[in-house]
């Protein structure tokens, strides 16, 4: 089955810049959604297809794909953006949806 | 309001059964494919498998390891999907969320999820 492989923590400064990696064999051939889980709540998507955003979801949160690794970047973060951060995939061999490991984001 | 509701958690022994619901309103119910995804205490999502529409068939799947103890149906007349496991382990506590599937196979939206313990 398609393993995605996450950063189990990423810390940023408020106002900085945020990346998260998702890692996937040719990940770029698939489409990338990325959810945000903050504690004790249920987790909300934040970008899907790659780089799509839903209503509602500040500008600040894109994304990307390429080669072997999708990322999650989120701009001028806030103290509301700590949360667990998770990518998933569609498996079309399978026909499973996948989930990588989830990282921890944490505002300094 | 479009809207999903678990219920059904809660303490059960291990070996028992246990089923667990998702009511859903605020949406055409029966024109989307609805996952289950659970979640370990302290661990990340898990996909634990979904049911296809009526239009695609209705046919449940699953993930490898849950195939065998769990099972998924719905009911569109009343705007519920359900989640049977069978044989329950302690690994199988968590909490269970339901998910609404889109076409572009991600889930855009969830319930608040039901805990599941599994201890004697």
């Known amino acids: 089955s398609y393993v995605l492989t996450q950063p189990p923590s990423v810390s940023v400064a408020p106002g900085q810049t945020a990346s998260i990696t998702c890692g996937g064999d040719n990940i770029r051939s698939k489409s990338v959604h990325w959810y945000q889980q903050k504690a004790g709540q249920a987790p909300v998507v934040v970008v899907h297809d790659d780089s799509a955003r839903p209503s509602g979801i500040p500008e600040r949160f894109s994304g990307s794909n390429s080669g072997n690794t999708a990322t999650l970047t989120i701009s001028r973060v806030e103290a509301g953006d700590e949360a667990d951060y998770y990518c998933q995939v569609w498996d079309s061999s399978s026909e499973h949806a996948v989930f990588a490991g989830g990282t921890k984001l944490t505002v300094l | 309001e479009v809207q999903l509701v678990e219920s059904g958690g809660g303490l059960v022994q291990p070996g028992r059964s246990l089923r667990l619901s998702c009511a859903a309103s605020?949406?055409?119910?029966?024109?989307?494919?609805m996952s289950w995804v659970r979640q370990a205490p302290g661990k990340g999502l898990q996909w634990v498998g979904f049911i296809r529409s009526k239009m695609y068939g209705g046919a449940p799947d699953y993930a490898a390891s849950m195939r065998g103890r769990f099972s998924i149906s719905r009911e569109d007349s009343k705007n519920i999907a359900y989640l049977h496991m069978n044989s329950l382990e302690a690994e199988d506590t968590g909490v269970y969320y339901c998910?609404?599937?889109?076409?572009?196979?991600?889930?855009?939206?969830w319930g608040r999820g039901t805990p599941v313990t599994v201890s004697s």
């Open positions: 605020g949406f055409a119910f029966g024109d989307y494919r």
């Open positions: 998910a609404r599937d889109t076409a572009d196979d991600y889930m855009d939206v």
